[in-house]
């Protein structure tokens, strides 16, 4: 969607913990004229940096080498609101969400780099799974990991542009984004973007 100003979101701490809270992303880069596309975790530390990594086989894994930028994408919750849930007259149907986009210059990990991010990444999400013990590549056959490390290319991504959408009904009276956000929560809506109509109401 187009980003009207009502919903364009530039405020960098409450984008960056986005990415946090939502961190499986659309990697974007171009060859040939053409954009080439891959979807991985991305992790993002507390300076905006962000690091990634893909298949040295992925399309986009040799253009992003080639240019040293690329394009990353997050979407987080998102929503059908039926034009109906507002109760007022001469609405359309439309669909609220929260993303980010992130355009930047990228790096390349070493060898070391890219071992301490992986470790790093699934730190991140065995944590989630508590109180299951957590995997670590301490579990594998001696020297496997390190082999399995030639198979990938992984990166660091500084953003020059960051920015988001925040599209949650604010171009709408409070009362009419409660009644919304009401009848989402009535249907098992999402409840971070019910809540958000709720609270920004």
């Known amino acids: 969607m187009h980003p009207a100003p009502a919903f364009l979101d530039t405020d960098r701490d409450r984008l960056l913990r986005r990415i946090d809270a939502w961190p499986f992303a659309l990697v974007i880069a171009v060859a040939d004229g053409r954009p080439v596309v891959a979807h991985t975790p ?18 986009a894994t040799a253009a992003i080498e080639r240019s040293g930028r690329a394009l990353i994408v997050f979407s987080g919750p998102n929503e059908y609101i039926s034009p109906d849930w507002y109760e007022t007259a001469d609405q359309v149907p439309t669909w609220n969400y929260l993303s980010v986009e992130a355009e930047g210059t990228t790096s390349i990990m070493d060898e070391t780099n890219t071992a301490s991010f992986l470790d790093h990444l699934s730190e991140r999400f065995e944590d989630e799974l508590y109180p299951k013990p957590a995997w670590t590549r301490d579990k594998m056959t001696p020297g496997r990991f390190e082999a399995m490390l030639g198979g990938i290319t992984a990166f660091n ?32 809506g999402d409840p971070t973007i019910s809540a958000m109509m709720e609270r920004d109401a």
């Open 42 to 59: 991305v992790l993002v530390d507390k300076a905006g940096l962000l690091s990634f990594h893909l298949s040295r086989g992925n399309p």
């Open 157 to 188: 991504l500084t953003p020059e542009r960051l920015q988001g959408i925040t599209k949650i009904s604010q171009n709408k009276s409070a009362e009419t984004r409660k009644r919304a956000a009401a009848h989402l929560k009535a249907v098992g």
